[in-house]
């Protein structure tokens, strides 16, 4: 055999038809470097190319934290990288990031794109835990605490805009919604054991869901096999509702369920209960939150702390995105930002 001879070409698989369908048919904005003018496209049209992810509001988040060269920072939610590599840039050579991040599909691919952006692991450790977890984290790295703390409560557009796991409506997936698919109940298997009167209080806790004792009645104890599955039975169970605020309140269900099968709140209690102890003196610290039940317990956590001494200064108004960045890239629109600064032992 001639080992010189070239490797035969093999063209990639297409899809089916003029058009994409299917998820992962949609190959060219999956793959973006190979791609630019098709994502170049979405992006102008105000949209968000199928399974990337746009970081959001990072000027503002690098003007909160003020990252510098040495700093120990910690990223509580890595995602897909985005705000990590920001401030890995401004805090090297020296400096240190530590991310976190319980997805266990997304997790592995980001550590990669950061490792190929050349971050060894001098600057950059990764490990797989949920945000409540960050003593523990802090702890196995040996490290008292942080110069710059940072959380993104966002849900990624990698998890968004994949069906197989569940969190939209944009094409048929089975109803599961968890982050780790590994622990807990699936989302499906959560509605059929909730109670109406309990599915109520989290949807109205969740997500503040107008109808959320009709919907509970229509929900609880039900069993759905697929999201679309949901999403019919929600705008069904609304017929007097206009279609608009029909499609809002399936938004909303999706988000108050997703956020009791993750534990979100719990956590988040937990990750706001542990900051202070978790910051160096002066420290900096960043939340961004998607809804008013984030937002809410934020605020009144760092006003408490501040009135505690715990933090020297909390932010005084919600920093929000640009009209720029909310036109071209939309899931900025409810992005909420909230900073505070660790008082001097």
């Known amino acids: 055999m001639d080992e010189s001879a070239p490797t035969p070409y093999r063209r990639r698989p297409r899809y089916p038809g003029k058009n994409p369908v299917r998820f992962e048919h949609k190959y060219k904005e999956l793959d973006p470097q190979h791609h630019p003018d098709?994502?170049?496209?979405?992006?102008?049209?105000?949209?968000?190319?199928?399974?990337?992810?746009?970081?959001?509001?990072?000027?503002?988040?690098?003007?909160?934290?003020?990252?510098?060269?040495?700093?120990?920072?910690?990223?509580?939610?890595?995602?897909h990288?985005?705000?990590?590599?920001?401030?890995?840039?401004?805090?090297?050579?020296?400096?240190?990031?530590?991310?976190?991040?319980?997805?266990?599909?997304?997790?592995?691919?980001?550590?990669?794109?950061?490792?190929?952006?050349?971050?060894?692991?001098?600057?950059?450790?990764?490990?797989?835990?949920?945000?409540?977890?960050?003593?523990?984290?802090?702890?196995?790295?040996?490290?008292?605490?942080?110069?710059?703390?940072?959380?993104?409560?966002?849900?990624?557009?990698?998890?968004?805009?994949?069906?197989?796991?569940?969190?939209?409506?944009?094409?048929?997936?089975?109803?599961?919604?968890?982050?780790?698919?590994?622990?807990?109940?699936?989302?499906?298997?959560?509605?059929?054991?909730?109670?109406?009167?309990?599915?109520?209080?989290?949807?109205?806790?969740?997500?503040?869901?107008?109808?959320?004792?009709?919907?509970?009645?229509?929900?609880?104890?039900?069993?759905?096999?697929?999201?679309?599955?949901?999403?019919?039975?929600?705008?069904?169970?609304?017929?007097?509702?206009p279609g608009e605020e029909r499609e809002l309140s399936v938004r909303r269900v999706f988000q108050a369920i997703r956020i009791a099968v993750n534990e979100e709140f719990t956590a988040l209690d937990t990750l706001l209960r542990v900051l202070p102890r978790c910051l160096n003196p002066g420290g900096r610290l960043a939340i961004l939150t998607f809804h008013s039940g984030e937002d809410r317990r934020v605020k009144k956590t760092f006003q408490a702390a501040h009135g505690e001494g715990l933090y020297q200064e909390v932010a005084r108004r919600v920093l929000r995105a640009t009209p720029e960045e909310r036109r071209t890239n939309p899931r900025s629109t409810s992005a909420k930002l909230r900073w505070a600064i660790r008082s001097p032992l």
């Open 81 to 241: 990288g985005g705000h990590a590599q920001a401030i890995l840039e401004r805090i090297a050579p020296q400096g240190r990031l530590l991310a976190l991040d319980v997805d266990p599909l997304e997790l592995p691919r980001t550590e990669q794109r950061l490792r190929e952006a050349g971050f060894g692991p001098g600057q950059l450790t990764v490990m797989k835990s949920n945000f409540a977890g960050l003593p523990a984290a802090l702890d196995k790295v040996g490290r008292p605490g942080a110069d710059l703390i940072l959380a993104d409560l966002g849900v990624s557009s990698m998890q968004l805009d994949n069906p197989g796991r569940g969190f939209s409506t944009k094409a048929a997936g089975p109803l599961d919604m968890r982050m780790n698919s590994s622990r807990g109940i699936s989302a499906a298997q959560f509605l059929q054991k909730v109670s109406p009167e309990k599915l109520a209080a989290i949807l109205a806790e969740n997500s503040d869901e107008p109808h959320a004792a009709r919907l509970a009645t229509a929900l609880a104890g039900r069993s759905f096999l697929t999201t679309t599955d949901l999403a019919a039975t929600i705008q069904s169970a609304l017929p007097s509702v």
């Open 38 to 79: 098709t994502v170049a496209k979405v992006l102008a049209a105000g949209k968000t190319p199928a399974g990337s992810h746009v970081p959001i509001m990072v000027a503002e988040i690098l003007e909160v934290l003020r990252p510098n060269p040495g700093d120990f920072a910690v990223d509580c939610t890595l995602g």
